[in-house]
Structures are given as C-alpha cells and as structure tokens.
C-alpha cells in the first residue's frame, strides 16, 4: 500500500518509517511535487492535521495521511499546544521554545504535560482520525541529544530518562506518535 504523508518534517518521516516498519510505502510531499508550505491555521491540533490532509487530497488527489503534535502542559492551560512549533516566535527553533518553556515553568510545581498527536487519513473518499498521547513531566534543564522538539525537555511517565535520551526503539513504541501511528497500522491492517 502506498499513502503520501503529508510532512516536510525529515525527522517525523524518518520516526514514521521506523514505526511502519515497511508495512506502507511513504511517499513524501517533496515525491508528489508539492513543495509549497502547507497553511496550519487551525486553532486545534485535529484542526491542523485535517487541514494538511484535505490539502494532499484535495490539490494533488491522493489518498493521505497528515499528523500534528502539539505539547500541552497542564499548569500553562494547555499551552504551547497547538503553538508548539512556534512558541517562541516564527522562527520555529526548538531551542528557543524549550527555553520559552523553561522560563514559563520556573516558579512552577506542578510540571506534569502530555503530547498530543493526531493522525488525519484520507482515504477511499473518507477521513479517519487517530490520536495518540503520552503523559509525564518537563524536566528543569535539557537533557540527551536524540529525537527532536521538546523532547530534550519531556520525560515519559515511567521513565527517568527524557525522549531525547531514550534509544528511539523504545520512544518509537511508547511515544504520542507511535500510539497514533499503530492506530492507523490497525485501521489499514483491518480495512485491506
């Protein structure tokens, strides 16, 4: 089976194609021609990955699946959430938003936070969505060199490391990605 995934994102293909393990052929949005910057203008994470799907589809005619992910940290209302990749302004450098995150915590006990991914599939003229969550906590400082984001500063409940110190074997089947990703593996597997 081949589905586009409507990401320029090269490490969230790269995490998605370790979690498919082959199952489904990705094409990326570069493979199809499309090369202009999809809007994300929604104001909630299904929103944006409905948006980013119904595009593919819609412009280029392809069955498509798109995600969004956002960090959502319980003493902030939520925040960033849907504002991840840009919450420290539209440079959208992950440094810096963590720093954001940091300096917006520092007064802060509790510390708890989820990622939030949605999964939008468009296929066969329907749209199926998955979603996928992982709890824990933002630690004080940065810490490991693996992964991406906010992951430097995210430490999974159950665990003493942080996403960016974990191997990715064990984020790619504990993460708010992977728990999405098999939804839809799930949904593929029962729907050939």
């Known amino acids: 089976m081949q589905l586009v995934f409507a990401s320029n994102n090269l490490n969230k293909i790269k995490e998605i194609q370790s979690i498919l393990k082959g199952s489904i052929q990705l094409l990326s949005l570069e493979e199809i021609g499309c090369h202009e910057e999809i809007p994300e203008t929604a104001e909630t994470i299904e929103g944006n990955a409905i948006l980013k799907a119904n595009y593919v589809t819609e412009k280029y005619g392809y069955d498509c699946f798109a995600d969004d992910t956002g960090l959502e940290v319980t003493v902030l209302n939520g925040e960033p959430g849907v504002y991840s990749a840009r919450y420290a ?24 936070a989820q990622f939030k991914t949605v999964i939008a599939l468009n296929i066969k003229g329907e749209q199926h969505l998955f979603t996928g969550i992982a709890k824990g906590n933002i630690i004080l400082d940065k810490t ?49």
Do not use: C, W
């Open 89 to 112: 302004g539209e440079q959208r450098n992950a440094d810096d938003n963590m720093n954001k995150l940091l300096e917006a915590l520092l007064d802060k006990e509790d510390r708890s």
């Open 144 to 192: 490991g060199n693996h992964g991406f984001g906010y992951d430097p500063v995210f430490q999974p409940e159950n665990y003493s490391e942080t996403f960016a110190e974990l191997a990715s074997e064990v984020k790619n089947k504990i993460s708010h990605r992977a728990k999405a990703t098999q939804q839809l593996i799930d949904f593929l597997n029962t729907a050939k």
